[in-house]
């Protein structure tokens, strides 16, 4: 390869979870340290990072054919962009993306992408740069500082995953769990606050296995945590996300009751409410096991919405054990759901497993879960009308005086009146649909 011109300017384009959209935050500080900057909107930028995601359909050929546009648009302009692959899929197939795609210079994976900058210098010796190491710890002291302006921001606590679901790429791509230690995620909060964050999500794969010291040095979960988070002056709300129904701890349980701060809202996977399909996929829980998690949730608090995620046609999945799911839907009721039909990762158990559905039945199937998700959503939405509630003000609506925000139920909520993106301000519930509420203005509670 041609030694290249080091890039002035950067885009990511960040595929899938949350947990990418932070690494692809993270990397555009990375690169803001070396003063390269966002390329400006409509202009072909310098340096294109196609940060992926394995769960995708046919993830690799998407990336592929991605490659291929970013090239051809760049020529277009006049201009040959370095290309790098990050994400799950640089982890999981790095090598074969370097052999097949020469446009790519760069390869890096999830828990390498602090080590960036040196891959870079290696691009402008016209080297080509591959790291797919997993020292995950070793990536989140080797970051900037975190620069990120708005209301709303994420704080990875936790990565990878111990569970195999038979189904799932995530334990092979993120590697085992980790969790960051209790100071930095207290300190990087700050920062946040600093910045301008009013709420802030804590992720991770199973964000509630985070476990750690606090400043006693008491061992401390994801519950103790986030009353510690709660402290800080500034910060109004606190979410996490996705949490896994054996790693729940009573403590994590009771703080729904008890800290004002921690939105009444939890997602909670679930992927099918049959016990012969989760044993297949591994979930290692029960559909009533679940239920009777939610049940205690509810107890601790009585609002909270709940949303999941749901997997159809897994391998072997016959019409009853189908219904199962359908019924599991209905007794939890929840405000919100993902569903995807299943789709066979290479490299995981399910993959080679008997009894795979025709794509027909698959898409039925997943027409009737979505029809009756959709139904429970659009009930619960009508269910908030005539409530007063906080919504925390993200951007302006599409029509003039209109903005949009989040309740503390994670439901979008438009209303009018004079007012700026990060105002928390204090709204009625008045009309519900599938999608969103319309609210009326009651008063702003901070600015
Ligand atoms: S819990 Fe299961 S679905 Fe979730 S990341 Fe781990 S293996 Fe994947």
């Not at 009737?368 to 007063?388: E, Y």
Request: charged residues 25%; glycine residues 8%.
């Amino acid at each position: 390869m041609k030694p290249q011109t080091p890039p002035q300017t950067y885009r990511v384009k960040s595929f899938g979870c949350q947990m990418n959209v932070y690494d692809g935050e993270r990397m555009g500080e990375l690169l803001a340290e070396r003063g390269i900057v966002p390329a400006p909107e409509g202009e072909e930028a310098d340096l294109v990072i196609l940060n992926t995601c394995h769960i995708r359909e046919k993830a690799a050929e998407k990336v592929y054919s991605d490659i291929g546009r970013l090239v051809a648009a760049g020529k277009e302009a006049g201009k040959a962009p370095l290309v790098a692959v990050a994400g799950c899929v640089a982890q999981a197939e790095g090598e074969e993306i370097m052999a097949r795609a020469p446009a790519v210079s760069i390869v890096v994976g999830p828990q390498a992408y602090h080590r960036l900058p040196e891959m870079l210098d290696r691009a402008a010796q016209g080297e080509r740069a591959t790291d797919t190491d997993m020292p995950a710890i070793a990536k989140f002291d080797a970051l900037p500082a975190r620069r990120k302006r708005g209301p709303s921001a994420f704080l990875t606590v936790q990565e990878g995953c111990d569970k195999f679901c038979t189904y799932c790429v995530v334990p092979y791509t993120r590697g085992a769990e980790i969790s960051r230690p209790f100071s930095h995620l207290v300190a990087e909060a700050h920062k946040l606050v600093e910045a301008g964050a009013k709420e802030i999500t804590l992720l991770g794969q199973n964000v509630n296995a985070w476990a750690g010291e606090d400043e006693k040095g008491r061992t401390v979960g994801l519950g103790g945590l986030i009353r510690r988070l709660a402290q800080i002056d500034g910060l109004e709300r606190i979410r996490y996300t996705t949490s896994h129904p054996n790693d729940m701890e009573d403590e994590l349980i009771a703080a729904h009751g008890e800290v004002e701060k921690l939105m009444p809202y939890l997602h909670l996977p679930v992927q099918s409410g049959n016990d012969r399909v989760l044993k297949a996929m591994n979930r290692q829980h029960t559909a009533e096991s679940y239920l009777r998690l939610i049940e205690r949730f509810r107890a601790a608090r009585p609002d909270i919405a709940l949303s999941g995620d749901f997997i159809v046609g897994f391998p072997g999945e016959t019409e009853a054990e189908f219904a199962d799911t359908l019924s599991i839907v209905d007794e939890v009721r929840y405000a919100a759901c993902f569903s995807f039909k299943y789709s066979p990762r290479p490299g995981t158990p399910a993959a080679t497993m008997e009894g795979q559905i025709p794509p027909e039945i698959m898409d039925e199937r997943l027409q009737r879960l979505q029809q009756r998700i959709g139904q429970h959503q659009l009930a619960f939405n009508r269910a908030s009308v005539g409530k007063t509630c906080t919504v925390l003000v993200e951007r302006k609506g599409r029509h003039e005086g209109q903005w949009l925000g989040k309740s503390p139920w994670l439901q979008s909520v438009h209303f009018t009146g004079e007012h700026a993106i990060g105002d928390l301000v204090e709204v009625t519930l008045a009309e519900a649909g599938p999608n969103s509420l319309g609210g009326i203005l009651r008063q702003t509670v901070t600015v």
